[in-house]
């Protein structure tokens, strides 16, 4: 199996707050992870991905001081978003990597965050 | 830029006909290739993957791939109402990271 766990599966906080979202490969290390965020009937956005043990790769136009990263052991990675404001409002979804290139990428169930 | 390309649809088809979902890719070099499920509110589901040319079958599912023409499809036989879902044909683009590069996804709608 590939099994991903995502948590918290929604989060409701204030303008201002941090929110940190978890993302464990329970089954399989993941040498990958990747994080993306999805608004209601639009595509999946790549943010960022990491590798265990380095700093994470940002796509175009996501702020990393805004979205921090932290892929600290195989099975775990982990996204912070500071100081959040209602524009970061969306779907939250992380997916793993075994090593190799030819594998899938397996998702977790998602977090949906919605700051007041 | 890399692109993948589906058609948004909605597909609609009844309950126990063949649904054919498309996709087409930029990157002739692509090598890897998945189809994902995701219902409404959730995350996306592997559904298959495939590498080579040809038909891949699995259960009910069966994807096809043609690099040649940079085209992979999905059919899914004897549809039922519970597959009611987006399907996002995705590509793994170049670059160190492997990352795979979305289509838009097609809605299917099975009709009871």
């Known amino acids: 199996g590939a099994v991903v766990s995502q948590h918290p599966s929604r989060v409701i906080c204030k303008s201002g707050t941090s929110v940190k979202i978890e993302c464990r490969s329970l089954d399989f290390q993941a040498t990958t992870m990747f994080w993306y965020r999805q608004f209601p009937k639009k595509s999946l956005m790549l943010m960022a991905t990491s590798n265990e043990g380095s700093k994470a790769t940002y796509e175009q136009g996501v702020e990393k001081d805004k979205f921090l990263i932290n892929h600290a052991s195989l099975t775990l990675s982990t996204l912070t978003v500071t100081s959040a404001h209602p524009e970061d409002s969306s779907f939250y979804i992380c997916s793993a990597r075994r090593q190799g290139f030819a594998q899938p990428q397996h998702f977790g169930d998602g977090t949906r965050l919605s700051i007041l | 830029q890399k692109e993948v390309e589906q058609n948004s649809g909605p597909l609609s088809v009844p309950e126990g006909a063949i649904a054919s979902l498309n996709c087409t890719y930029s990157?002739?070099?692509?090598?890897?290739f998945f189809w994902y499920r995701q219902y409404s509110g959730k995350s996306p589901e592997l559904i298959m993957s495939?590498?080579?040319?040809g038909d891949k079958e699995d259960g009910r599912f069966t994807a096809q791939l043609n690099k040649a023409s940079q085209y992979v499809s999905l059919l899914i036989r004897d549809s039922q109402p519970s597959d009611s879902a987006t399907y996002l044909c995705?590509?793994?683009?170049?670059?160190?990271?492997?990352?795979?590069?979305f289509g838009k996804g097609t809605k299917l709608s099975v009709k009871p």
């Open positions: 990157d002739r070099g692509s090598q890897s």
């Open positions: 995705a590509v793994r683009g170049g670059g160190s990271q492997g990352n795979l590069i």
């Open positions: 495939i590498y080579s040319n």
